[in-house]
Nanobody
Framework: QVQLVESGGGLVQAGGSLRLSCAAS????????MGWFRQAPGKEREFVAA????????YYVGSVKGRFTISRDNVKNTVYLQMNSLKVEDTAVYYC???????????????????WGQGTQVTVSS
């Protein structure tokens, strides 16, 4: 079993930055792809970014490309999401997930992720 715990969320003004962390425990996630999803009130869960097990491949939804950066540290069993130039529409609960995928489109499907964190709230004010 893998337990995932997100941290780093909070309230920030538009144009600001936040760095989310997802710490894994219980079992190493070095063989898993890692992803970040988000869910805004009244909306479906949306894929944000993912990184392959090696860190060699990264994937982003178009709306965050160039603003967000996903990375991982397999020694620390942690994945990060650096979010810059935040917009009001980035407001959501952000979830970390671990799973197996083979590029697009599987990387964006929640069904390809086996383990999920509890989420961390990100609120961007205007």
């Amino acid at each position: 079993q893998v337990q995932l715990v997100e941290s780093g969320g909070g309230l920030v003004q538009a144009g600001g930055s936040l760095r989310l962390s997802c710490a894994a425990s219980g079992r190493t996630v070095s063989s898993y792809g890692m992803g970040w999803f988000r869910q805004a009130p009244g909306k479906e869960r949306e894929f944000v970014a993912a990184v392959s097990w090696s860190g060699g491949n990264t994937y982003y939804v178009g709306s965050v490309k160039g603003r967000f950066t996903i990375s991982r540290d397999n020694v620390k069993n942690t994945v990060y999401l650096q979010m810059n130039s935040l917009k009001v529409e980035d407001t959501a609960v952000y979830y970390c997930a671990a799973g197996h995928f083979m590029g697009w489109p599987t990387v964006s499907r929640p069904s390809n992720y086996n383990y999920w964190g509890q989420g961390t709230q990100v609120t961007v004010s205007s």
